[in-house]
């Protein structure tokens, strides 16, 4: 592309956000809405919703995506990257660090700065929210995914409702059906249909709906994880509403499976969380990035990969005085990133090449995302316009999906919503 052609793209297809926040950047930070309308025209698409727990995987991600010339999301969760984080990239400081990166590396394909895992569990959630949720589009985010799955279906539908005016109507837009708990209280279709049939009434049209499809967050312990079935038959009951499914609790679950619900299913985005932590550190893992365990389990450090061996000394040291086991070790990235940041420098490369690799091979021999970033320029400069239409247009009756109405509705569904517990990312 010529370098009059990117400067076009750059001119018409940022956001007002990114404009604003970055006025004299080349990175081409786009709305999500781009990138899941790019994996729809290539077909059988999905791209990396890469979660950036440090900079590491950032920087890993872009550099593979860039390789890969594939279309990216980047993306932290509000439990990793709110206002009680665990991460030191948080959702108001992760689009600078994606602008400073791009920039610094000469990254060109375009990527959509997720919020990712919105938690709204209650109505203190909704109050604040509308307070919150305006800054982090201040800041930088360019596509959100509201989950109020934590509640029954009728207030989920109502909260999505209640916030959608305080998204840009440019922004990408993602919705939950269900926890994601693995093979406890699995989506169903009657859920699904509830929420999407009241969004459209509303004159709301997400771009990704995700499922509780037999997957978890964290270290997979189960064979079974992704239900592909559920999520085709689920997806297909949607049909007419033109959305596209988002796959969480990607990692631990096997090239293959990936694969099939790439091609199986409408999902467009793949959440990758753990095993981009885990391979940062260096840490073993099988080759879909879930964590190896010793007899006494404990992770294995592969020397001369990721963190140094004094730095991970450390870290298990910490670990064990704050009887942090297992998927918390997600809890040491706050505590470490500045100790990870005054390695030696090629300590900090391998650690961000080990990302990189990983990430490339997803999304060119999994997710078949190779070069989907020229599908991305090719749209904006079709739409000639940092907004794309909505998928899908409105089909539901608004006077049949009133409050009240609503709640009625919700009444009559049948479902198993599983043991309670904390499902946070």
């Not at 080990?354 to 749209?379: G, Y």
């Amino acid at each position: 592309m010529s370098d009059n052609h990117y400067k076009k793209v750059l001119e018409i297809g940022r956001p007002p956000n990114i404009v604003k926040l970055f006025p004299n950047s080349r990175a081409l930070i786009v709305s999500g809405k781009f990138i899941d309308k790019a994996m729809i025209i290539k077909g059988n698409a999905a791209t990396m919703a890469a979660n950036g727990r440090n900079s590491f995987v950032i920087q890993g991600a872009l550099k593979a995506a860039q390789r890969a010339n594939a279309a990216i999301i980047i993306e932290i969760a509000k439990s990793e990257g709110g206002a009680a984080a665990y991460c030191p990239v948080s959702l108001w400081n992760m689009a600078r660090q994606v602008d400073a990166f791009c920039n610094q590396f000469g990254i060109t394909i375009p990527v959509a700065v997720h919020a990712d895992h919105y938690a709204i569990k209650n109505n203190t959630d909704i109050k604040t929210a509308k307070i919150e949720i305006p800054t982090l589009f201040e800041a930088g985010i360019t596509s959100i995914a509201i989950d109020a799955s934590h509640m029954p279906d009728d207030k989920n539908l109502l909260a999505n409702i209640e916030l959608n005016s305080y998204i840009p109507n440019w922004a990408g837009l993602e919705t939950e059906v269900g926890e994601i708990k693995g093979v406890s209280g699995l989506s169903t279709v009657q859920e699904a249909l509830f929420l999407i049939q009241g969004l459209n009434a509303h004159d709301i049209f997400p771009n990704w709906i995700a499922l509780n499809n037999g997957t978890t967050h964290g270290i997979e312990q189960s064979e079974f994880g992704i239900q592909v079935d559920l999520t085709a038959e689920i997806h297909n009951a949607l049909k007419d509403y033109n959305l596209s499914g988002a796959q969480h609790g990607t990692s631990g679950n096997s090239s293959d499976k990936l694969r099939e619900i790439v091609s199986k299913t409408k999902t467009t985005k793949a959440n990758v969380a753990t095993a981009l932590q885990m391979i940062s550190w260096g840490l073993k893992v099988n080759d879909y990035g879930n964590a190896i365990l010793d007899n006494n389990g404990d992770f294995i450090k592969i020397e001369n990969k990721g963190v140094s061996e004094e730095v991970w000394g450390q870290m298990v040291a910490y670990a064990k005085a704050n009887d942090i086991k297992g998927g918390n070790y997600k809890k040491l990235n706050i505590q470490f990133e500045n100790r990870l940041l005054g390695q030696p420098k090629e300590i900090k490369e391998r650690m961000i090449q080990s990302v990189e690799d990983f990430i490339h091979n997803m999304l060119v021999n999994v997710l078949n995302a190779k070069d989907t970033a020229p599908i991305v320029i090719d749209e904006i400069l079709k739409a000639g316009s940092y907004n794309t239409p909505a998928n899908s247009t409105r089909i539901e009756d608004p006077d049949d999906w009133t409050p009240e109405k609503i709640r009625d509705r919700a009444s009559l569904i049948t479902s198993d919503k599983g043991f309670k517990g904390d499902f946070d990312d």
